[in-house]
Every structure is written in structure tokens, then in C-alpha cells.
């Protein structure tokens, strides 16, 4: 079974521009959670997604935004990049919404911001 | 006080050994913990759950849960080199945020 999928793999962008980075779960789950991780420390939780709708959303600022497709896949966008948005995006599936429940997470996308 | 604290270590042990890895949490309505192995450059894996106080075992792996003293500690038996990697630790805030410690670097040494 396919695990969680992410593209793109790497990008570079310059200050100012936008990016919109896409997550597939893994089959059958209907939950996406987003995290943003900087070198030497852990995920820091941005959204998390169920049925479409935006269930919890961490302390980023607007700039970032997402959403989730009807087949359960999702996007995440930043606007305005800054280049303390450089670091690696994970996406996490889970079978549904919450914390209590196994997350797995796809390769990530690592951002550069220059 | 950070809301989730490990030991960024790193953390020596030799292989075939017991490694030892904890972690505190500051919230006592914490329900959910998670242990998770990241080796550099890749994205976390996870290794274990654990929802209710006392161990819990999987296979070389034992999670351990104290809610009393907001403690949970991960035991890898006969540790081997390819254990080598940062554990994360993640504990939930609220219904559908996970806080994470900044990780422990684990070195099995042959």
C-alpha cells in the first residue's frame, strides 16, 4: 500500500513569492495534519484537516493557509515567503481527526527561502 | 518550561545495551503520546503509541507512561547501530494538536 505522498520534493524560492505544497494520505484515511520543522527541533503543528474542514490550526501566522479535496488529499500555501519560512513541510495522515490518533507522515518538502 | 522536554543528548549507548530515552510534558489533561524515530534528512517514523499509564510493549521496543509525574520513556532492548537516529516525542494539547519535544540523538556504538 502506498504510504503518504508529498510534492514537491525540494523548492527554492525568493522572499516575497508564494508556494503550494500537496499532500496525498494514505488510503482510507480522511484526515491531513501540516507541520513545519527547523533543524534541531521538532514538528510544529500548522493545520489539521478532516472531511474538508479545518479542525485545528497552530499559532503561524495568515500568511499561511490550506485546504483539503473531497478525495482527502490537501494543499498548503504560504504567501509572502520570508526566509524564516525555510524549513522542511511534513504532512501527516491519520484515519481521523485528533490528537489521539496515530499520525504517519509522508517525505516531506523541504523549502528554501532566499 | 517548555511544554514537551527531552534530552537532546546525544545519547551513547553500546550495541546490544538497553537504551533508555524520556521525556517530560508540563499539561497533566494530556491523554495521547507518541514516539517517533527520524533518521536526518528523512521525515519522522512512527515507533509507538501509549494512552494509558504503565508499559506497553512492541516488539525490541517499551514504551512506558507515569501520568502522576507527566514522565514517558522509550526502552529499546539490544540496541543495534541501525537505532541510531533523533526520537521525537509528541503528546497531545488539546483535541487535535500535537506539541513535540526537539528530539534525542541516539548513538549505538558497536
Known amino acids: 500500500d502506498a504510504g503518504v505522498t508529498q510534492s514537491p520534493t525540494h523548492l527554492i524560492k525568493t522572499r516575497g513569492q508564494h508556494v503550494t505544497l500537496r499532500c496525498s494520505p494514505i488510503?482510507?484515511?480522511?484526515?491531513v495534519s501540516w507541520y513545519q520543522q527547523v533543524l534541531g527541533q521538532g514538528p510544529q503543528f500548522i493545520f489539521q484537516y478532516y472531511e474538508k474542514e479545518e479542525r485545528g490550526r497552530g499559532n503561524f501566522p495568515d500568511r499561511f493557509s490550506a485546504r483539503q479535496f473531497p478525495n482527502y488529499s490537501s494543499e498548503l500555501n504560504v504567501n509572502a515567503l520570508l526566509l524564516g519560512d525555510s524549513a522542511l513541510y511534513l504532512c501527516a495522515s491519520s484515519l481521523i481527526a485528533g490528537a489521539y490518533n496515530e499520525q504517519f507522515f509522508g517525505p516531506g518538502t523541504r523549502l528554501t527561502v532566499l | 518550561q517548555k511544554e514537551v522536554e527531552q534530552n537532546s543528548g546525544p545519547l551513547s549507548v553500546p550495541e546490544g545495551a538497553i537504551a533508555s530515552l524520556n521525556c517530560t510534558y508540563s499539561d497533566r489533561v494530556s491523554q495521547s503520546f507518541f514516539w517517533y524515530r527520524q533518521y536526518s534528512g528523512k521525515s519522522p517514523e512512527l515507533i509507538m503509541s501509549i494512552y494509558s499509564n504503565g508499559d506497553k510493549e512492541d516488539g525490541r521496543f517499551t514504551a512506558q507512561l507515569n501520568k502522576a509525574s507527566q514522565y514517558v520513556s522509550l526502552l529499546i532492548r539490544d540496541s543495534q547501530p541501525s537505532d541510531s537516529a533523533t526520537y521525537l516525542c509528541a503528546v497531545n494539547r488539546s483535541n487535535y494538536q500535537l506539541i513535540w519535544g526537539a528530539g534525542t540523538k541516539l548513538i549505538i556504538k558497536p
Open positions: 488510503s482510507g484515511h480522511k484526515s
